[in-house]
């Protein structure tokens, strides 16, 4: 029985939604309606088409532009690197005209603008500096340049020589960031050499000062510039390193923490003798001078050790400690009433007939403050000033340990033992 083929099923269009369909439809046409309305609104509200400058003509402008830019910086460097080939003889007798001073500020090299800076400097006290001039110092400064002249102008503002406010704000911030030894102590260092190498620096106490303490700071980066520049200048600052902390000691304004710091630095000199960029070998008096001048800073911690003020008396004693190779115990008060009682046996011996007054700072009066100035004992009388010999001669002769230091002074310290007895 033959099978009726299938014939395909075509769905009759009126059988589907046509009310959906006819939906879409009209959904379309009503917003195309809508797209026209809103064109047809936005071409008649169009603003005039503005005529602007061909393509090519602006690119023309914006490159000579450029191109005169270039050109004058070009000329600036080559300025400077003309005027950085001169000699130096040539360089501080020339007659320097702004755009050369504003050249190497910017462009040349930091010598050549230090020598421009000198040439002008009595422009700065005056204050008659070109304001282009002034500008671009503040600018270089501002971002620590290294073709600045900070020497120069270190030398102007620790003098007063500075009026001009916001170049001298900006050596305020440099030497307030080397008196708490933070900032660029690259730079610093770089200033010293320069002080030294041309011998002309600062005439001022503040600079001294600041000098004094960076000498006597081993953990700064500057430190050995302070250090070839204070022995540059001796015995101005100090003949030797324990002479700069006993010049340090007789300035006014010292606080806690100044004579806190000294201890430390005194205490390192005791364990290593002096430092290799400031260092007196011999002397006619004292032909082994390490050996007397690291008893000379045993006895400057001794007569600490002695402060009224706990903080400055357990820093000497911590000092001397270490250096007796002790392990340290902080703030122990047997160990501050043993090294007191030590230092009387090291540097007065048995008897208690030798006058302790060499090693007191203090008169034991409330309310009087102490005074670690070697100058008063020898205004008194206690330290005598020997022709030849440094100042502090006159207690480090009184030390009677033997041998190396470090087991001399455990030795006495060992000695002390009986305070810690009475003590239980």
């Known amino acids: 029985m033959s099978q009726t083929p299938k014939k395909l099923h075509i769905p009759d269009p009126t059988n589907e939604d046509s009310t959906e369909i006819f939906g879409v439809v009209e959904l379309g046409l009503v917003a195309s309606a809508l797209l026209g309305v809103v064109l047809f609104y936005l071409f008649l509200n169009q603003a005039p088409i503005e005529q602007s400058a061909p393509r ?85 400064l501002d971002r620590r340049s290294e073709s600045a002249p900070y020497a120069c102008l270190s030398r ?28 660029n102590a690259r730079l610093v260092a770089e200033v010293l050499e320069r002080f030294r190498t041309t011998r002309v620096r600062p005439q001022s106490p503040a600079f001294d000062r600041w000098l004094r303490a960076c000498g006597l700071n081993f953990d700064y980066e500057a430190n050995p510039a302070c250090l070839q520049l204070i022995n540059q200048l001796s015995p101005a600052q100090g003949g030797d390193l324990v002479l700069t902390a006993i010049k340090h000691m007789e300035q006014p304004g010292l606080e806690k923490d100044d004579y806190i710091n000294l201890t430390g630095s005194i205490g390192r000199l005791a364990r290593n003798g002096q430092p290799p960029a400031f260092k007196v070998t011999q002397t006619p008096a004292l032909p082994d001078y390490d050996v007397d001048f690291r008893q ?26 270490k250096t007796a190779h002790f392990a340290a115990r902080s703030y122990d008060r047997n160990v501050l009433l043993r090294w007191r009682e030590g230092c009387r046996l090291a540097f007065t011996g048995e008897s208690e007939n030798v006058p302790n007054a060499l090693l007191g700072v203090w008169n034991g009066e409330e309310g009087t403050p102490p005074d670690y100035r070697l100058s008063t004992e020898v205004a008194g009388g206690y330290c005598a000033v020997e022709e ?20 001399a002074l455990e030795d006495v310290f060992v000695k002390t033992a009986w305070i810690e007895w009475v003590d239980k």
């Open 296 to 321: 000379a800073a045993v006895f400057l911690l001794c007569r600490f050790t002695n402060s009224p003020d706990d903080d400055i008396a357990f820093a000497a004693a911590e000092e001397l400690t």
């Open 156 to 183: 102007l503002y620790f003098e007063d020589k500075l009026p001009q406010e916001d170049v001298r704000t900006e050596l305020v911030e440099f030497w307030s960031d080397a008196a708490n030894w933070t900032g």
């Open 388 to 407: 030849g010999y440094p100042s502090w001669y006159c207690g480090s002769k009184l030390f009677l340990g033997k041998g190396p230091l470090d087991k």
């Open 56 to 140: 090519g003509a602006t690119d023309v402008a914006e490159s000579e532009t450029v191109e005169r830019l270039s050109a004058a910086l070009r000329a600036e460097k080559s300025r400077a690197s003309a005027l950085d080939a001169l000699k130096p003889s040539e360089l501080s007798s020339r007659a320097w005209t702004d755009e050369e001073f504003v050249s190497v500020v910017r462009f040349g090299k930091r010598a050549t603008s230090e020598a421009a800076c000198d040439a002008r400097a009595a422009q700065f006290a005056a204050n008659t500096v070109a304001d282009t001039m002034r500008l671009e110092l503040v600018k270089a």
